[in-house]
Every structure is written in structure tokens, then in C-alpha cells.
């Protein structure tokens, strides 16, 4: 459904600069293809709302002018210009677990998170990005995966966060938005913490690329009868996680050494494949990772 169609079906269907600030209470405002749009309080029933949101990002009234800059520029592709120009920048998407109806409250909460002020982009009533940007001599970066447990502690929701890299050139913005929302939404797929970053998503972002009737050829050919063990996988997949080291798996694993070699020996045995040859184990952690997901 687009802004037109409101129009249609609202008689009090507002664009933001037609109306008073003094007025915006009463209305619902939402982010839509013409732009920010009130619909009165007293037209739109309580089924037709919890509706609206699925379709339309629920919106404020007097954001920032930095905000809808930022807003304009990475989800309508606008030609915004930032004055101060971040010096370099990074993407933070976020997914709750649930519907949010109070965004406010977790808008505040991921604000209080930085020292100074963060766009918080909603794109619906679950997810959205905020915008770290960094300018001048400002060097603090914040650490999400220190402060997650405590912010979904206060927020009584679990949240799952993709952390971006940093990026400085500001004439590829659109390009390098492009590739964080795919990162993003390729950790969502195939992730099940709630924190992930390029490096973390990368394998995935390999293996998403492989139409995945071939991928289930070809982990049948590596993984052969062992794709029905997933003990077996699992204790295959931490051992390459631990660069093949036995010790430190057998520690991670709670299992006695003698005992993770005889998997080893036994995975080996079945698939004919050296999972300490380099080459080898990362086409048999790719083909785990597959199974898995």
C-alpha cells in the first residue's frame, strides 16, 4: 500500500508541514513514500493501526534535522548533505525479538548508550539501524557487545545487533549502506546470537552465494554419511574453530583427548576427507555451516 491509497481511505490523511506542531498529538504519524503523514486518532481504529504498522514505519513529528538527513539519505537515496561530513562512520542494525509499540522508551535507551547524539532509523516496528559517526578528534567508540546484555536487560526484549566496519569514504554511502544491509540481513539468516559483525558474517556471506541446491550437493559429497551425525558435526566443527587444536577443543568440549580423537579419526574415516589440511577443513566447515543453518 502507498501514500496515495491512505489518501483515499483517510479524510484526516495530513502531510507533516500542513499541519501545526501544537496538533501533531493527535494524530498517528508514519513514514511513507510522500513522506511523513498524520492520520487523526479518532478516524484510525485500534485494528487498523496495529495493521498500518506492519506496513509503514511508525514516525515522530520534529526529529532532528541531522536524523531525517540521514534518514533521507540511506532509505530514499536522497541528495541530503551532513554538515559536519562524519569523518568515518558505521552502520548498527537492529532486529527485536518482538513488536515494539513503545519506540520512544528504546530510542532513549539506545541513545544513552553513546556520549553524544546517534540517528536512530526505524523501518518498522522491529528493526531499524542507528548511524555512529565520528568527526574530528573524536575517537570513543562503543563496544556493543559489553553493553547488549545490560540494554536488553533495561528494555525486558532481546535484541540482535549487526555492527558494520567503519567507513570513511562518504561518496560511496549508498553502495556501502547497500552491502551492511545485506551483511546484516545475511547474519540474520544464518546466525543465531544476538551480535555479529563483518568478520563473523563473512562465511556466510560466501555461502549465500552458492545456489543452495548446489550446496546440498556438494555437503553431501564432502560430509557423505556424517551428515546424519550432528554430535559428530559438532564436535568436527568446534575442532576447526579451534585451528585443529585438540587440546583447546577437548577443553571447550569437556571431552577427554583420546575421546575427540576418536571422532576425528572416525569423521575422517567416513567422509575420506583431512580436516587439518587447510583447504579441506574450510570446505568441511563450510558444508557444517550449511547443515546447521
Known amino acids: 500500500m502507498d501514500a496515495l491509497k491512505l489518501k483515499s481511505l483517510y479524510s484526516s490523511y495530513t502531510p507533516i508541514e500542513d499541519i501545526s506542531s501544537k496538533d501533531y498529538d493527535d494524530f498517528f504519524w508514519f513514514d511513507t513514500d510522500q513522506g511523513k503523514i498524520g492520520l487523526s486518532?479518532?478516524?484510525?481504529?485500534?485494528?487498523?493501526?496495529?495493521?498500518?504498522?506492519?506496513?509503514?514505519?511508525?514516525?515522530?513529528?520534529?526529529?532532528?534535522?541531522?536524523?531525517?538527513?540521514?534518514?533521507?539519505?540511506?532509505?530514499?537515496?536522497?541528495?541530503?548533505?551532513?554538515?559536519?561530513?562524519?569523518?568515518?562512520?558505521?552502520?548498527?542494525?537492529?532486529?527485536?525479538?518482538?513488536?515494539?509499540?513503545?519506540?520512544?522508551?528504546?530510542?532513549?535507551?539506545?541513545?544513552?548508550?553513546?556520549?553524544?547524539?546517534?540517528?536512530?532509523?526505524?523501518?518498522?516496528?522491529?528493526?531499524?539501524?542507528?548511524?555512529?559517526?565520528?568527526?574530528?578528534?573524536?575517537?570513543?567508540?562503543?563496544?556493543?557487545?559489553?553493553?547488549?546484555?545490560?540494554?536488553?536487560?533495561?528494555?525486558?526484549?532481546?535484541?540482535?545487533?549487526?555492527?558494520?566496519?567503519?567507513?570513511?569514504?562518504?561518496?560511496?554511502?549508498?553502495?556501502?549502506?547497500?552491502?551492511?544491509?545485506?551483511?546484516?540481513?545475511?547474519?540474520?539468516?544464518?546466525?543465531?546470537?544476538?551480535?555479529?559483525?563483518?568478520?563473523?558474517?563473512?562465511?556466510?556471506?560466501?555461502?549465500?552465494?552458492?545456489?543452495k541446491e548446489r550446496r546440498d550437493l556438494l555437503s553431501s559429497y564432502i560430509l557423505k554419511e556424517a551428515r546424519k551425525d550432528k554430535d559428530l558435526l559438532n564436535t568436527v566443527k568446534a575442532f576447526l574453530e579451534h585451528g585443529a587444536n585438540t587440546s583447546a577443543t577437548a577443553k571447550e568440549l569437556y571431552m577427554h583427548r583420546n575421546s575427540l580423537q576418536y571422532r576425528i579419526d572416525k569423521f575422517s574415516e567416513m567422509t575420506g576427507m583431512d580436516i587439518k589440511d587447510f583447504q579441506t577443513g574450510v570446505l568441511v566447515y563450510l558444508s557444517i555451516l550449511h547443515i546447521r543453518t
Open 41 to 211: 486518532r479518532n478516524e484510525v481504529t485500534a485494528r487498523e493501526y496495529t495493521f498500518l504498522r506492519e506496513l509503514f514505519p511508525v514516525t515522530r513529528p520534529g526529529k532532528d534535522t541531522r536524523e531525517e538527513a540521514w534518514r533521507q539519505l540511506l532509505f530514499y537515496q536522497g541528495d541530503e548533505t551532513l554538515t559536519p561530513a562524519p569523518e568515518r562512520y558505521r552502520f548498527i542494525f537492529f532486529t527485536a525479538e518482538q513488536h515494539t509499540e513503545d519506540q520512544d522508551t528504546l530510542h532513549e535507551a539506545f541513545q544513552a548508550l553513546f556520549p553524544f547524539p546517534v540517528p536512530v532509523l526505524w523501518k518498522n516496528n522491529r528493526e531499524g539501524v542507528l548511524v555512529e559517526e565520528q568527526v574530528g578528534t573524536q575517537s570513543e567508540t562503543i563496544s556493543f557487545e559489553e553493553v547488549m546484555d545490560v540494554l536488553m536487560s533495561d528494555s525486558y526484549m532481546k535484541i540482535r545487533f549487526y555492527v558494520s566496519e567503519f567507513f570513511h569514504d562518504f561518496q560511496n554511502l549508498h553502495e556501502q549502506f547497500s552491502f551492511a544491509s545485506n551483511m546484516a540481513d545475511i547474519s540474520g539468516r544464518y546466525m543465531h546470537g544476538t551480535f555479529a559483525t563483518p568478520v563473523d558474517t563473512a562465511f556466510y556471506l560466501y555461502m549465500d552465494g552458492v545456489q
